[in-house]
């Protein structure tokens, strides 16, 4: 039996007042008058006894009554099962150790070793242990459920050296993914406890609860991944006890090269500048103890720049590049590494990035024009395909573009996509030009625009039909005297979608004044615009580029030209962002870095910063750069997710509270002390009628 109230025991103390009542001396109760004794000696009674217990009867009533109120307010209830202590719970601890990028600063790797170790030394040889390491991954060095399968003694030991063989990688981080891993594991350990009937040698946890604690040992920093907990729904009896760790330096300085400038930067002064210079973001935390800098290349003696960034702010700096030896490398010259000094942890203070450089691209353009007789010789330059091509800014900060005419003969020399991505007919030069070095140059993921600016005869129409591998393939001109409008925009595909944004998306201020109709198309066949009369106004096929991992090939067919007489399409604002997106990205362009993690033509992964050569390419690879967010976040965010985040002396005292609660609502369940409370008032009517009856008694005999 159980108290809930054990000091009101103290009021059964009071059963020593009926005792000395009962043993103090009373005065006779009768008196007898009597005449003078004045001539009589006196002689005192003699006294056998000096005091004595004369009714136990009563007495003891009276200590009944007293032991049982105090026994009703000590609150008394029998315990269950629910109610005992926490003793015999099976206990299992998962050191979840961090060992991303981060955890390379001065101090933080060895805090965490010497923390988990000290966490498997205070845990007693019963206790289950488990260690997980995480970046970007979460990986078990002991599972849970191997350290079952150990003998209680040597779990330690294999916990130690498996901490022992960890070190830091250079990958980032993502603490919400580890944390539901080990959360995870320890429901998986628990689920596999219940299925057991009873404990065996081999399982010697079976039929016995287990409470987890997850230690995560962690710098926290503040570009760590979180977000894969939201949503989880979180085991019973886990428990999360975080542990950050700190860096004996304060402070980090991180460098970032930034990627070459985009098509749409393409005035002289950028263009210039684009193989000469590189663009510097150096970034400090709000925690920095210095405002100077120096930025130095590899294999340079002087430095390239000296940087003032105070902390908590991110400058960006235009540095010039080092010049090539004469003797170097032809692939080793492509690349350059940029370091950061004055930093105290350099773990993020260098940049490997390969060097911009301009290639020369071709853009080929076929027009076999049928003359116009209603046109002005004056203004029939005007009235061409090439005349509008020509004004385009095909060429960008990673590459010169010429604007060259086309020759049938062309095809026969295998045109190159990467010496010529994009090729540009009308319609009676498609038919001139169609063959299998059309299809080849489609495979090796070359692109084709077919502008369909005259009316159509029988050649045209069999070589679009080969083109776009539909036989049934018809031709014919538009019969309306007005103009059509375009009426639906597939804005999924890749070349529609950069205008799909609100304010660039409207296409319904483009007259079409003459079109040509496309019926009999085949399913394979995309339709990225169509006309407000149902017919398509550009389609396109795509060819599966016969080099695995590049590009696939893609002709397009436009169903009118964008001369002024055929439509208002190269006056209007889409003009040259839909041919420019036909030309593509820069394929001989070398990605400026790849991230540790990112997946290589080899199907390895990067696993560190530097430069990796694949099949003749040189890439250069880098750090994450979140991992260069230092500051720790507010552990509240975990909590936010609904992990249950505590400690071993607020568990104990919530395991307290807990049982505290529990044993309220048992006792006031049971109810035991109104029965005591009742069964002491009947003593007490006993108590009083006895008394009543032994006064009445001598009253009767005097």
């Known amino acids: 039996m159980s108290f809930l109230?054990?000091?009101?025991?103290?009021?059964?103390?009071?059963?020593?007042?009926?005792?000395?009542?009962?043993?103090?001396?009373?005065?006779?109760?009768?008196?007898?008058?009597?005449?003078?004794?004045?001539?009589?000696?006196?002689?005192?009674?003699?006294?056998?006894?000096?005091?004595?217990?004369?009714?136990?009867?009563?007495?003891?009533?009276?200590?009944?009554?007293?032991?049982?109120?105090?026994?009703?307010?000590?609150?008394?209830?029998?315990?269950?099962s629910e109610s005992d202590s926490v003793a015999g719970v099976k206990q299992a601890v998962v050191v979840l150790i961090d060992q991303s990028a981060s955890m390379k600063r001065t101090g933080v790797w060895d805090k965490a070793k010497n923390k988990a170790k000290k966490i498997l030394d205070e845990s007693d040889d019963e206790t289950l242990l488990s260690v997980i390491a995480f970046d970007s991954e979460p990986r078990s060095v002991l599972s849970l459920d191997e350290s079952t399968r150990?003998?209680?003694?040597?779990?330690?030991?294999?916990?130690?050296?498996?901490?022992?063989?960890?070190?830091?990688?250079?990958?980032?981080?993502?603490?919400?993914?580890?944390?539901?891993?080990?959360?995870?594991q320890a429901a998986l350990l628990e689920l596999a406890d219940s299925e057991n009937a009873a404990a065996t040698p081999n399982n010697p946890i079976a039929s016995a609860a287990i409470e987890t604690r997850i230690v995560l040992l962690s710098d926290l920093q503040n570009g760590a991944r979180i977000e894969s907990l939201q949503g989880y729904q979180w085991p019973s009896r886990v428990w999360l006890d975080v542990q950050p760790l700190s860096a004996t330096?304060?402070?980090?300085?991180?460098?970032?090269?930034?990627?070459?400038?985009?098509?749409?930067?393409?005035?002289?002064?950028?263009?210039?500048?684009?193989?000469?210079?590189?663009?510097?973001?150096?970034?400090?935390?709000?925690?920095?103890?210095?405002?100077?800098?120096?930025?130095?290349?590899?294999?340079?003696?002087?430095?390239?720049?000296?940087?003032?960034?105070?902390?908590?702010?991110t400058r960006f700096f235009t540095v010039k590049l080092p010049g090539d030896g004469d003797d170097a490398d032809e692939a080793l010259s492509r690349t350059a590494t940029l370091n950061v000094?004055?930093?105290?942890?350099?773990?993020?203070?260098?940049?490997?990035?390969?060097r911009p450089s301009r290639i020369r691209q071709q853009v080929r353009f076929a027009e076999l024009s049928i003359p116009d007789a209603s046109v002005d010789p004056s203004t029939a330059a005007r009235e061409t395909l090439s005349f509008y091509a020509r004004q385009l800014p095909w060429s960008d900060a990673s590459r010169d573009v010429d604007f060259e005419r086309f020759q049938r003969d062309d095809w026969s020399e295998g045109l190159s996509p990467s010496?010529?991505?994009?090729?540009?007919?009308?319609?009676?030069?498609?038919?001139?030009?169609?063959?299998?070095?059309?299809?080849?140059?489609?495979?090796?993921?070359?692109?084709?625009?077919?502008?369909?600016?005259?009316?159509?005869?029988?050649?045209?129409?069999?070589?679009?039909?080969?083109?776009?591998?539909?036989?049934?393939?018809?031709?014919?001109?538009?019969?309306?005297?007005?103009?059509?409008?375009?009426?639906?925009?597939d804005f999924t595909s890749s070349l529609i979608a950069?205008?799909?944004?609100?304010?660039?998306?409207?296409?319904?201020?483009?007259?079409?004044?003459?079109?040509?109709?496309?019926?009999?198309?085949?399913?394979?066949?995309?339709?990225?615009?169509?006309?407000?009369?149902?017919?398509?106004?550009?389609?396109?096929?795509?060819?599966?580029?016969?080099a695995s991992g590049l590009p696939n090939g893609k002709l397009w067919v436009l169903a009118t030209g964008w001369q002024p007489a055929q439509s208002q399409f190269?006056?209007?604002?889409?003009?040259?962002?839909?041919?420019?997106?036909?030309?593509?990205?820069?394929?001989?362009?070398?990605?400026?870095?790849?991230?540790?993690?990112?997946?290589?033509?080899?199907?390895?992964?990067?696993?560190?910063?530097?430069?990796?050569?694949?099949?003749?390419?040189?890439?250069?690879?880098?750090?994450?750069?979140l991992e260069s967010e230092t500051t720790s976040f507010d552990m509240d965010r975990i909590s936010q997710f609904g992990a249950v985040i505590s400690s071993p002396l607020a568990r104990q005292q919530e395991q307290t509270a807990q049982r505290a609660l529990r044993d309220v609502e048992?006792?006031?369940?049971?109810?035991?002390?109104?029965?005591?409370?009742?069964?002491?008032?009947?003593f007490i009517a006993a108590e009083t009628l006895l008394a009543a009856k032994e006064r009445s008694v001598p009253q009767a005999e005097a």
Request: proline share 6%; hydrophobic share 45%; charged share 25%.
């Open 249 to 313: 330096t304060r402070g980090n300085v991180s460098l970032r090269v930034m990627p070459q400038r985009t098509a749409a930067e393409t005035d002289d002064s950028i263009r210039d500048s684009a193989g000469n210079a590189v663009r510097v973001q150096v970034s400090q935390t709000d925690d920095g103890e210095s405002s100077t800098f120096r930025l130095r290349f590899d294999g340079q003696e002087n430095d390239a720049a000296v940087i003032q960034v105070p902390p908590g702010q």
């Open 5 to 80: 109230a054990p000091l009101y025991f103290l009021g059964a103390l009071a059963i020593a007042g009926p005792v000395i009542f009962h043993l103090i001396r009373r005065q006779p109760r009768g008196e007898v008058e009597f005449s003078s004794l004045m001539f009589l000696d006196s002689t005192p009674p003699r006294l056998t006894r000096r005091s004595r217990l004369e009714n136990w009867p009563l007495l003891l009533l009276r200590c009944a009554a007293i032991l049982l109120l105090a026994f009703a307010f000590a609150r008394p209830f029998l315990p269950i």
């Open 666 to 682: 048992l006792e006031a369940k049971q109810g035991w002390w109104q029965w005591l409370i009742l069964a002491t008032l009947g």
């Open 570 to 625: 190269a006056l209007s604002t889409k003009f040259v962002p839909i041919l420019l997106g036909m030309l593509g990205p820069n394929l001989q362009l070398a990605p400026e870095s790849l991230t540790i993690g990112d997946a290589l033509a080899d199907r390895s992964i990067a696993t560190e910063p530097g430069f990796v050569e694949i099949d003749g390419d040189v890439f250069a690879v880098n750090m994450n750069p």
């Open 150 to 184: 150990l003998v209680a003694d040597t779990r330690k030991t294999a916990a130690r050296e498996a901490i022992d063989a960890l070190s830091p990688t250079w990958f980032a981080t993502d603490v919400g993914k580890a944390i539901r891993y080990a959360a995870d």
């Open 341 to 354: 000094l004055g930093d105290r942890d350099s773990f993020d203070n260098t940049y490997h990035f390969i």
């Open 419 to 489: 010496e010529t991505p994009l090729v540009i007919v009308n319609g009676a030069s498609a038919a001139a030009a169609a063959g299998d070095a059309v299809e080849q140059y489609l495979s090796a993921g070359g692109r084709i625009l077919v502008v369909l600016d005259q009316p159509s005869d029988d050649a045209i129409r069999g070589a679009l039909a080969s083109m776009l591998k539909t036989p049934d393939l018809m031709i014919d001109e538009s019969d309306s005297e007005d103009y059509r409008l375009i009426s639906a925009v």
């Open 498 to 546: 950069p205008l799909s944004d609100p304010g660039v998306n409207d296409f319904s201020n483009i007259r079409i004044w003459k079109h040509r109709r496309l019926r009999g198309l085949d399913g394979s066949v995309k339709v990225p615009l169509k006309l407000d009369d149902g017919s398509p106004l550009l389609v396109r096929r795509d060819v599966v580029n016969d």
